[in-house]
């Protein structure tokens, strides 16, 4: 189960990302409109949403969201969408099986900025591709600049309890990336861990591997900023 990650920052958006695993599972179907009715978040990111552009235009006109931009899912996996309203212009730069890259402009506040969402590959050794494309999103952009998302990776062994140790090379791997873009942790309100594979006892594996990371820049536009992890349909204080 992945818990729901919501960015807030005041006087501009609220921005929600789920991992939904299945647009077209009970759960997805019962709990994202009445996600939308509660939180009323400005901007929608769906990771895994197994559905292709057809069918995810369904989903938008249940959701009332007016823009969308949509990664078909290959095969039985991935797909990703970002749900937006029309006080947000999102401008798409490219997009891929593992991210959606662009920029928001917010017309109340003529304040622009480059995001980046995010879908680390389920696959630990081939997470280096990602890694190495916003390498080289970073070697092109200057100022402000987001990222926000599913990485499927952790900083440190304090973020999994359960399971194999993961090994330390894609641990490292992920921290040098995050030196590498020079991006600061925007740190959490709520449950510690994102991701939790609902077994008992020993078989129980929690992670954090959804997480709000910004350079200096993007800080500075937002200082009051705040992210928060929680289970469906809990709204951040």
């Known amino acids: 189960m992945s818990l729901l990650g919501f960015v807030s920052f005041p006087e501009e958006a609220m921005i929600t990302s789920w991992n ?26 769906l990771v895994e949403t197994k559905l292709l552009y057809k069918k995810l235009k369904h989903v938008q006109k249940k959701l009332k969201y007016p823009q969308v931009y949509v ?19 999102f401008l798409v730069v490219d997009g891929n099986k593992n991210a959606i890259f662009g920029t928001f402009l917010n017309y109340l506040s003529n304040v622009s900025w480059p995001v980046s ?4 590959d389920p696959v630990a050794h081939k997470r280096i591709a990602v890694w190495n494309y916003l390498r ?15 990485f499927n990776a952790i900083t440190s062994l304090s973020e999994k309890e359960g399971g194999n140790p993961t090994p330390s090379r894609y641990i490292d791997d992920f921290v040098f990336l995050m030196e590498d873009l020079e991006m600061a942790d925007l740190g959490y309100h709520g449950p510690a861990f994102t991701w939790l594979n609902n077994r008992l006892v020993v078989a129980n594996i929690k992670e954090r591997i959804y997480r709000v990371v910004a350079n200096a820049e993007w800080l500075n ?4 900023v705040s992210v ?7 709204m951040l204080p």
């Open 20 to 45: 939904c695993r299945g647009m077209g599972s009970p759960e997805a179907i019962r709990s994202v409109p009445a996600l939308v009715k509660k939180v009323d978040p400005d901007v929608l990111f």
């Open 136 to 150: 080289d999103l970073r070697n092109v952009l200057s100022g402000p600049w987001l990222i926000l998302g599913d």
């Open 228 to 234: 928060g992890y929680s289970f469906l349909l809990i």
């Open 117 to 120: 969402f995010i879908y680390g």
């Open 221 to 224: 536009l937002f200082p009051l």
């Open 71 to 89: 990664v078909d899912h290959v095969g039985r996996s991935g797909g990703l969408a970002v749900l937006y309203k029309d006080n947000i212009s």
